[in-house]
């Protein structure tokens, strides 16, 4: 298995929902990671996990909150959001050490509409 | 800090023709260098890498790089273009703290 699996594809939510974007990857990678993409511009990163500690967080507002409760999956957690958080979420893996700790493995994304 | 920049927001070729696709770098230390390829509604394909070694690397669907220190730059090519080629390409380097950090991408459009 060479894929990261993101669900949902398609997300609308309201200002005031709670909900969760997923990622799960079986390829024995130890560190994922969470980009935002708008649109016409380049990913940006927002979190890395680390052999399933949190080691990076660019400086996301609160209201995105990541979980990587295994190996294998990672998390967003979503509430509160503004419309400007509107994007494209995607979610990758690689090796945490090694030639393979350089290739990043990305989900297809999930698209997030907040209304 | 790391970073990359591609000052072409969108380049045009006929098929057929060889395609480049700029980038140059600045870096501390020795560069790790990639491009990433985006298909519409779809996440990031890794293209190629350079790390050491050779400066011209070769990697999928046909395409190649060369590392050009004196330059600082790591410019993305393929001798015949095709028009499935056509996708949002990034330039990316790896910084001090192992993150991939993109450019601003240019979009590559083949036409018949």
């Known amino acids: 298995d060479t894929e990261v699996t993101q669900t949902p594809k398609h997300l609308v939510m309201g200002m005031t929902n709670k909900k969760s974007l997923k990622c799960e990857q079986h390829?024995?990678?130890?560190?994922m990671y969470w980009y935002k993409q708008k649109a016409k511009k380049p990913p940006e990163l927002m979190f890395v996990y680390s052999y399933e500690k949190l080691s990076i967080n660019e400086s996301v507002p609160s209201r995105f909150s990541p979980e990587c409760p295994n190996s294998s999956l990672l998390n967003l957690h979503l509430h509160a959001l503004q419309p400007e958080d509107s994007a494209l979420y995607l979610c990758?893996?690689?090796?945490?050490?090694?030639?393979?700790?350089?290739?990043?493995?990305f989900g297809a994304g999930s698209r997030l509409t907040v209304l | 800090a790391q970073s990359v920049a591609q000052p072409e927001d969108q380049v045009n070729v006929a098929e057929g023709n060889p395609l480049t696709v700029k980038c140059t770098y600045s870096v501390s230390g020795n560069p790790y260098l990639f491009w990433y390829v985006q298909y519409p509604n779809r996440g990031l394909q890794f293209l190629l890498k350079y790390i050491t070694g050779d400066n011209l690397v070769k990697g999928s669907y046909g395409f190649e790089a060369e590392f050009n220190k004196s330059q600082t730059s790591f410019h993305l090519k393929k001798p015949s273009a095709l028009v499935s080629d056509s996708a949002l390409y990034f330039c990316?380097?790896?910084?001090?703290?192992?993150?991939?950090?993109f450019g601003a991408g240019t979009r590559l459009t083949v036409k018949p």
């Open positions: 390829m024995g990678h130890r560190a």
């Open positions: 990316a380097v790896r910084d001090g703290n192992n993150d991939m950090r």
């Open positions: 990758a893996s690689s090796q945490v050490k090694g030639a393979g700790a350089n290739v990043l493995t």
